[in-house]
């Protein structure tokens, strides 16, 4: 049985005392046999305001991580709204999305934004959340495989083997594959064109960093309880980066627990 990694992004949602209250729900609703095989790995990804309560009441050295949505790329300065790097591992995350697609679209991250804020990441001792992702007109333009090539080789540019290899128990680096037009509308990738994608960022990984080297790859757009075994049960797929359904512990789980219903 493959781990799964299983991520929620909670876009700007969740106030410190909800926050609170869902992670007591979660840690009860792990608590049954179905999570004690350590084949899953839990990220919450909460707005800043909610990182503290989150990251103390996860427990330590467990398959529950805290992150961060997004992370600036200097240490100090003049940044008025933005928050560093090593500000957010001071409160507690281990992990940080970069290149969120309504990062790139909504506040203009361009390929070369999110390739510093990559490196920086890694700098400052974070696992980066790398997504990436084609809009509906390049997917119909037939350009689906051009553009997410174009957008990893850009955020890979500084970036050295050794500073993403990861360990045995934690990766060094995660990829989201996030199709534009499946993000917040009901849709979602085929199976076939999401497992595609992942298996394509797979292998360019690889040719980038090396043969030995791998890593997770994650899907996200528009997944939920009733998609997830056919999304998670593809070779390439190792997880999924979650919006809308990790905003409640049942639809959070139950795209965990209906994968290993369909494995087992």
Known sequence: MKKIYLYGNWKMHML????????????????EELYSTRSIDI????????????ARMLPENSFYKAGAQDGWFEDRGAFTGAVSMD???????????VGHSERRSIFGDTDEIVGRKLKQAVQKGLIPV????????????????????KQLLAAWKDIEADEIKGTSELPGILLAYEPVWAIGTGRNAKA???????AFSRNLFKERFGEHMDCPVLYGGSVKESNAA????????DGALIGGASLKVGSFLGIYENYRKSAD
């Open 130 to 149: 790398l997504c990436f992702g084609e809009t509906l007109e390049q997917r119909e333009a037939g350009q689906t495989l051009a553009i997410l090539g």
């Open 230 to 237: 056919e999304l998670l049960s593809q070779q390439d797929i």
């Open 43 to 54: 990220a919450l990804f909460p707005p800043y305001i909610s990182i503290t309560p989150v």
């Open 192 to 198: 076939a064109d999401a497992q595609e994608a992942c």
């Open 16 to 31: 410190p005392s909800e926050a609170e209250a869902f992670c007591s729900e979660l840690l009860s609703g792990t608590a």
């Open 87 to 97: 500000m957010i591992r001071e409160i507690g995350c281990t992990h940080v999305l």
